[in-house]
Protein backbone atom coordinates (compact mmCIF):
# COMPACT_ATOMS: atom_id res chain seq x y z
CA UNK A 1 0.00 0.00 0.00
CA UNK A 2 0.98 3.31 -0.72
CA UNK A 3 -0.18 4.68 2.30
CA UNK A 4 -1.63 8.71 2.48
CA UNK A 5 0.03 10.50 -0.50
CA UNK A 6 0.02 14.40 -0.77
CA UNK A 7 0.63 16.85 -2.75
CA UNK A 8 2.86 18.93 -3.20
CA UNK A 9 5.03 18.26 -0.66
CA UNK A 10 6.20 21.89 -0.53
CA UNK A 11 4.61 25.03 -1.75
CA UNK A 12 5.93 28.60 -1.93
CA UNK A 13 3.33 31.32 -3.26
CA UNK A 14 2.81 34.32 -2.44
CA UNK A 15 0.48 36.63 0.03
CA UNK A 16 -3.00 37.17 -1.84
CA UNK A 17 -2.69 33.33 -3.98
CA UNK A 18 -5.00 31.01 -3.91
CA UNK A 19 -3.28 27.72 -2.29
CA UNK A 20 -4.82 24.27 -2.78
CA UNK A 21 -3.58 20.99 -0.72
CA UNK A 22 -4.39 17.40 -2.59
CA UNK A 23 -4.79 14.26 -0.25
CA UNK A 24 -5.41 10.38 -1.61
CA UNK A 25 -6.11 8.26 1.48
CA UNK A 26 -5.18 4.62 2.28
CA UNK A 27 -7.80 2.59 -0.14
CA UNK A 28 -10.42 1.16 2.10
CA UNK A 29 -10.42 4.56 4.57
CA UNK A 30 -13.16 5.97 5.28
CA UNK A 31 -12.66 8.76 7.52
CA UNK A 32 -10.00 11.84 6.21
CA UNK A 33 -8.52 14.25 8.73
CA UNK A 34 -6.95 17.25 8.12
CA UNK A 35 -4.27 18.67 10.75
CA UNK A 36 -1.58 21.32 10.68
CA UNK A 37 1.77 22.38 12.21
CA UNK A 38 3.50 24.76 13.59
CA UNK A 39 6.13 25.63 16.58
CA UNK A 40 3.94 27.89 17.83
CA UNK A 41 0.67 26.15 17.84
CA UNK A 42 1.60 22.43 17.70
CA UNK A 43 -0.38 19.87 15.54
CA UNK A 44 -4.11 21.65 15.06
CA UNK A 45 -7.09 19.45 14.24
CA UNK A 46 -8.59 21.37 11.22
CA UNK A 47 -11.80 19.21 10.01
CA UNK A 48 -12.49 15.47 9.31
CA UNK A 49 -14.42 13.65 7.01
CA UNK A 50 -16.48 10.77 7.17
CA UNK A 51 -17.80 8.65 4.37
CA UNK A 52 -16.80 12.44 3.06
CA UNK A 53 -18.99 14.04 4.47
CA UNK A 54 -17.82 16.81 6.63
CA UNK A 55 -18.08 15.72 10.97
CA UNK A 56 -16.61 18.57 12.38
CA UNK A 57 -14.95 21.70 11.23
CA UNK A 58 -14.47 23.83 14.63
CA UNK A 59 -11.17 23.78 14.01
CA UNK A 60 -10.74 25.94 10.43
CA UNK A 61 -9.27 28.80 11.67
CA UNK A 62 -11.22 31.14 9.21
CA UNK A 63 -13.73 31.25 6.04
CA UNK A 64 -10.22 31.67 3.64
CA UNK A 65 -10.12 27.99 4.58
CA UNK A 66 -12.22 25.23 3.12
CA UNK A 67 -12.14 21.93 2.20
CA UNK A 68 -14.21 19.22 0.34
CA UNK A 69 -14.13 15.60 0.05
CA UNK A 70 -15.77 14.43 -3.47
CA UNK A 71 -15.08 10.91 -3.12
CA UNK A 72 -13.68 8.30 -1.09
CA UNK A 73 -10.09 8.79 -2.95
CA UNK A 74 -9.95 12.22 -2.70
CA UNK A 75 -9.89 15.57 -0.53
CA UNK A 76 -8.85 19.22 -1.35
CA UNK A 77 -8.11 22.29 1.56
CA UNK A 78 -8.36 25.49 -0.32
CA UNK A 79 -6.71 28.20 1.34
CA UNK A 80 -8.40 31.85 -0.70
CA UNK A 81 -6.42 34.47 -0.56
CA UNK A 82 -3.04 33.03 1.27
CA UNK A 83 -1.15 35.08 4.09
CA UNK A 84 1.97 34.66 5.50
CA UNK A 85 0.51 33.22 8.62
CA UNK A 86 -0.81 30.47 7.26
CA UNK A 87 2.60 29.01 6.30
CA UNK A 88 3.20 25.82 7.88
CA UNK A 89 3.33 21.90 7.67
CA UNK A 90 -0.57 20.57 6.64
CA UNK A 91 -1.08 16.62 7.10
CA UNK A 92 -3.66 14.86 5.72
CA UNK A 93 -4.18 11.53 7.91
CA UNK A 94 -7.41 8.32 7.09
CA UNK A 95 -8.07 5.68 9.12
CA UNK A 96 -11.04 2.66 9.03
CA UNK A 97 -14.26 3.46 10.72
CA UNK A 98 -15.29 6.42 12.19
CA UNK A 99 -17.54 4.41 14.94
CA UNK A 100 -14.45 2.44 15.94
CA UNK A 101 -13.04 4.70 17.50
CA UNK A 102 -9.75 2.44 18.29
CA UNK A 103 -8.66 2.70 14.85
CA UNK A 104 -5.30 4.43 14.79
CA UNK A 105 -4.62 7.06 11.99
CA UNK A 106 -2.23 6.98 9.25
CA UNK A 107 -0.63 10.14 8.24
CA UNK A 108 0.75 11.60 4.85
CA UNK A 109 4.01 13.53 4.30
CA UNK A 110 2.55 17.08 4.88
CA UNK A 111 2.46 19.56 2.46
CA UNK A 112 5.15 22.47 3.60
CA UNK A 113 3.23 25.98 2.67
CA UNK A 114 5.34 29.37 2.86
CA UNK A 115 3.25 32.17 2.15
CA UNK A 116 5.57 35.25 1.54
CA UNK B 1 -14.50 16.74 26.73
CA UNK B 2 -11.32 14.51 26.60
CA UNK B 3 -8.19 16.19 26.92
CA UNK B 4 -4.49 14.98 27.31
CA UNK B 5 -1.51 16.16 28.61
CA UNK B 6 2.72 16.08 28.47
CA UNK B 7 4.25 17.53 31.01
CA UNK B 8 7.36 17.50 29.53
CA UNK B 9 8.44 19.24 26.56
CA UNK B 10 12.09 17.48 26.54
CA UNK B 11 13.23 14.24 27.34
CA UNK B 12 16.92 13.42 27.59
CA UNK B 13 18.07 10.06 28.34
CA UNK B 14 21.94 8.44 27.51
CA UNK B 15 21.97 5.62 24.89
CA UNK B 16 21.45 2.15 26.84
CA UNK B 17 19.45 3.12 29.63
CA UNK B 18 15.61 3.04 29.92
CA UNK B 19 13.05 5.91 28.92
CA UNK B 20 10.18 7.34 29.85
CA UNK B 21 8.00 10.07 28.43
CA UNK B 22 5.47 10.90 29.97
CA UNK B 23 0.88 11.11 29.36
CA UNK B 24 -1.39 11.84 31.36
CA UNK B 25 -5.33 12.21 29.85
CA UNK B 26 -8.91 13.11 30.92
CA UNK B 27 -12.25 11.69 29.16
CA UNK B 28 -15.79 11.33 30.60
CA UNK B 29 -16.16 7.23 29.60
CA UNK B 30 -13.21 4.92 28.82
CA UNK B 31 -9.95 5.46 26.92
CA UNK B 32 -8.67 4.68 23.89
CA UNK B 33 -4.86 5.67 23.96
CA UNK B 34 -2.39 6.39 21.53
CA UNK B 35 1.14 7.14 20.39
CA UNK B 36 2.56 8.42 17.52
CA UNK B 37 6.26 9.29 16.54
CA UNK B 38 7.64 11.72 14.25
CA UNK B 39 11.01 12.25 12.49
CA UNK B 40 12.24 14.94 11.72
CA UNK B 41 10.31 16.04 7.90
CA UNK B 42 7.75 13.22 8.18
CA UNK B 43 4.43 12.64 9.33
CA UNK B 44 3.27 10.99 12.37
CA UNK B 45 3.61 7.09 12.42
CA UNK B 46 0.95 5.36 14.58
CA UNK B 47 3.27 3.25 17.40
CA UNK B 48 1.15 1.54 19.82
CA UNK B 49 -2.39 1.64 21.47
CA UNK B 50 -4.65 0.84 24.14
CA UNK B 51 -7.86 -0.52 23.96
CA UNK B 52 -9.08 -2.32 26.45
CA UNK B 53 -7.76 -5.70 28.12
CA UNK B 54 -3.98 -6.13 29.18
CA UNK B 55 -2.73 -3.17 30.74
CA UNK B 56 0.97 -3.38 29.03
CA UNK B 57 1.25 -2.64 25.57
CA UNK B 58 3.59 -3.29 23.10
CA UNK B 59 4.27 -1.74 20.00
CA UNK B 60 6.67 -0.90 17.28
CA UNK B 61 10.62 -0.96 17.57
CA UNK B 62 10.74 -2.00 20.99
CA UNK B 63 8.31 0.72 22.33
CA UNK B 64 5.51 -0.75 25.14
CA UNK B 65 3.57 1.61 27.55
CA UNK B 66 1.08 1.07 30.89
CA UNK B 67 -2.31 1.91 31.11
CA UNK B 68 -3.34 3.33 34.44
CA UNK B 69 -6.91 3.89 35.21
CA UNK B 70 -6.27 4.98 38.79
CA UNK B 71 -3.32 7.47 38.00
CA UNK B 72 -4.86 8.31 34.46
CA UNK B 73 -2.12 7.82 32.64
CA UNK B 74 -0.13 6.34 29.54
CA UNK B 75 3.52 6.60 29.94
CA UNK B 76 5.49 5.16 27.03
CA UNK B 77 8.85 3.48 27.53
CA UNK B 78 11.33 1.52 26.39
CA UNK B 79 14.15 -0.63 28.04
CA UNK B 80 17.08 0.34 25.99
CA UNK B 81 17.20 3.89 24.65
CA UNK B 82 18.74 4.17 21.13
CA UNK B 83 20.11 7.27 19.40
CA UNK B 84 17.70 6.67 16.46
CA UNK B 85 14.49 6.97 19.04
CA UNK B 86 15.73 10.79 18.94
CA UNK B 87 12.01 12.48 17.45
CA UNK B 88 9.10 13.80 18.95
CA UNK B 89 6.22 11.96 20.57
CA UNK B 90 2.80 12.83 20.52
CA UNK B 91 0.42 11.12 23.29
CA UNK B 92 -3.74 10.81 22.05
CA UNK B 93 -7.10 10.16 23.29
CA UNK B 94 -10.06 9.42 22.16
CA UNK B 95 -13.17 8.98 24.38
CA UNK B 96 -14.92 5.64 23.90
CA UNK B 97 -18.07 7.09 25.22
CA UNK B 98 -18.99 9.67 22.85
CA UNK B 99 -19.49 9.35 19.52
CA UNK B 100 -16.90 11.53 18.41
CA UNK B 101 -14.13 10.71 15.39
CA UNK B 102 -11.70 12.84 16.79
CA UNK B 103 -8.49 12.08 18.80
CA UNK B 104 -7.27 14.85 20.97
CA UNK B 105 -3.23 15.04 20.80
CA UNK B 106 -0.85 16.47 23.42
CA UNK B 107 1.61 19.00 22.53
CA UNK B 108 4.18 16.89 21.68
CA UNK B 109 7.55 15.68 23.70
CA UNK B 110 10.93 15.73 22.12
CA UNK B 111 12.92 12.79 22.90
CA UNK B 112 16.74 13.21 22.91
CA UNK B 113 18.76 10.05 23.10
CA UNK B 114 22.88 10.89 23.47
CA UNK B 115 25.46 8.51 22.42
Known amino acids: DAGVIQSPRHEVTEMGQEVTLRCKPI?????LFWYRQTMMRGLELLIY????????DSGMPEDRFSAKMPNASFSTLKIQPSEPRDSAVYFC??????????????FGPGTRLTVL | AQSVAQPEDQVNVAEGNPLTVKCTYS??????LFWYVQYPNRGLQFLLK??????LVKGSYGFEAEFNKSQTSFHLKKPSALVSDSALYFC?????????????FGDGTTLTVKP
Open chain 1, 49 to 56: FNNNVPID
Open chain 1, 93 to 106: ASSLGLGRGYNEQF
Open chain 2, 50 to 55: YITGDN
Open chain 1, 27 to 31: SGHNS
Open chain 2, 27 to 32: VSGNPY
Open chain 2, 92 to 104: AVRDSGTNAGKST
